[in-house]
């Protein structure tokens, strides 16, 4: 199957903070991989490179085969202007653990922000496709509500839809649930795992075991700003193969 995404041998520095450590990871088409590791391990730095919110500072980026963030010349890399850089980003939609919404702006107008002025596709056609989005995540009602009318849980799933709209290749969430009061973890997660079924790809960085173990593909532990495990849902749980790994997963559980 094709790689969708690509990272090889990602470092990044913050000036002496060295937070990524030659990061490397194929993401396929259609694979779930859930990213699960101590704070601090450098797991949001990691998709915020993927997503170009942060420049690494070694390595290189692919999406669909494409070099994000930079252009090709020879042997050398040139970085691309922010409008380029901003056409790249929307290929690849982020998730935050905090909704990000637009609190001025109707469910259904923050859906259509992203498609009909970054991506200046037409109006009516993107309108519809959002309200089949909605149906998807469950808040057909929600159209014309404000943000601030919702609940976390429900918010999160306009961010979802935000998202969706955008048609990206594949989505990177970033604890999406952490932030949400433990009875409305599950409707977000719900959304995700049909998500995953629907074969779209997905970097998930979470504390949510359970979700790992029904959903994910690939189960990537990083500490310290390193990968240093890649399991199997069904190994992470009953043998992981390091040892650091099994005492995160036994004080998460
Ligand atoms: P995680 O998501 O695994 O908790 P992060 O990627 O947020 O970890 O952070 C990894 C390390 O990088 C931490 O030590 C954090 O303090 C540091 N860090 C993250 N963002 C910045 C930044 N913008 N400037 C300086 N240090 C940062
Ligand atoms: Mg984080």
């Keep these: 199957m094709s790689v969708i995404i690509s990272a090889e041998q990602i470092n990044k520095h913050f000036d002496d903070l060295h937070v990524l450590k030659d990061v490397s990871l194929d993401v396929h088409e259609g694979e779930v991989i859930c990213i699960i590791g101590p704070s601090g391990s450098g797991k949001s730095t990691f998709l915020r490179c993927i997503n170009q919110l942060e420049v690494t500072t070694d390595g290189i980026i692919r999406v669909m085969g494409e070099i994000v963030g930079y252009r090709e010349d020879g042997d050398k890399l040139h970085r691309l202007s922010d409008r380029k850089i901003a056409a790249q980003r929307s290929r690849v939609g982020m998730v935050f653990q905090r909704f990000n919404l637009f609190p001025h702006k109707t469910v259904l107008e923050n859906i259509l922000e992203g498609p009909v002025f970054v991506q200046k596709r037409n109006k009516e056609q993107v309108k519809k496709e959002a309200l089949e989005i909605l149906k998807k995540v469950g808040l057909s009602n929600k159209a014309n509500s404000y943000p601030n009318s919702l609940s976390g849980g429900q918010q999160q799933r306009v961010a979802i839809a935000r998202t969706l709209a955008m048609k990206p290749d594949a989505i990177l969430f970033d604890e999406p649930t952490s932030a949400l009061?433990?009875?409305?973890?599950g409707e977000v997660l719900a959304v995700m795992k049909e998500l995953a079924n629907s074969g779209m790809t997905m970097i998930v960085?979470?504390?949510?075991?359970?979700?790992?173990?029904?959903?994910?593909?690939?189960?990537?532990?990083?500490?310290?700003?390193?990968?240093?495990?890649?399991?199997?849902?069904?190994?992470?749980?009953?043998?992981?193969?390091?040892?650091r790994l099994k005492e995160f997963v036994s004080a998460v559980l």
């Excluded at 009061?181 to 973890?185: A, M």
């Excluded at 949510?208 to 690939?218: L, M, P, Q, S, T």
């Design 205 to 243: 960085v979470t504390h949510e075991i359970g979700f790992c173990r029904e959903v994910a593909d690939k189960v990537v532990f990083m500490e310290s700003g390193e990968i240093v495990a890649v399991e199997s849902p069904e190994n992470m749980l009953t043998n992981p193969t390091h040892a």
């Design 181 to 185: 009061d433990p009875e409305l973890v």
